[in-house]
């Protein structure tokens, strides 16, 4: 498969939001869109996992378990997930000049996978085989701890807290290590304007950059 390019259209950006669970991507990312829409840009909303039927199953494992699969089968997932949101939603919104968003992408891979024993390094190499790299991606850093009451207050879910924060102590490690030229890191225990003004002043530059 050749590598997808997007630098069709002069306003076509391509912007990822990452970090472990609870730091708050889902609400920067549609806070984001919402103020590029107001200042006249077209703007997309996306997330990974996706809606197809990669993506679906990928989330029936999530609650069914992850021990029914290896962490390679996992990783095989994800990536036929992002080749189809890639093809499908990335690149058309791009060629048409559409400012595309993403909550999570492939560095969410290289963390979880990577936390779950493969190497990081693989994980990045495949991907960049298959995905378009985004012009910006902002990393929400928070501390592990904070993650399990975040989480619990936003989907009422408490269980296996503690399993819970070990495995993302070792994500946030992976995202920590990462130091890929296009990943801006923000910390992401301040309110949500407060982030939310951060990261557009970072996308503020981007859109600036002829």
Avoid: W
Avoid at 38 to 52: H, I, M, N
Wanted: with cysteine; net charge neutral.
């Amino acid at each position: 498969m050749a590598k997808p390019q997007h630098k069709n259209q002069i306003n076509a950006r391509f912007i990822a939001i990452e970090g472990i669970d609870g730091a708050g991507k889902t609400t920067q990312a549609k806070m984001l869109c919402d103020a590029l829409r107001r200042d006249g840009f077209k703007a997309l909303y996306l997330k990974e996992p996706t809606d197809g039927p990669y993506g679906r199953q990928i989330r029936a494992l999530a609650q069914e378990g992850r021990d029914r699969i290896t962490p390679m089968q996992e990783f095989e997932l994800f990536l036929e997930d992002r080749k189809q949101d890639v093809a499908e939603n990335i690149l058309p919104a791009l060629q048409s000049g559409t400012i595309v968003v993403i909550d999570r992408y492939f560095y969410s891979s290289i963390a979880y996978q990577g936390a779950l024993g493969l190497d990081p390094e693989f994980i990045n190499a495949e991907n960049r085989k298959i995905a378009i790299t985004p012009d910006l991606v902002i990393y929400l850093s928070i501390p592990a701890d904070y993650a399990p009451s975040r989480i619990e207050k936003s989907r009422g879910d408490s269980s296996n807290l503690f399993e819970k924060l070990e495995y993302l102590k070792k994500v946030k490690a992976n995202f920590d290590a990462m130091t890929y030229p296009e990943i801006r890191r923000i910390e992401g225990a301040g309110s949500v304007e407060e982030v939310h003004q951060k990261i557009y002043s970072h996308v503020r530059g981007l859109l600036e950059k002829k």
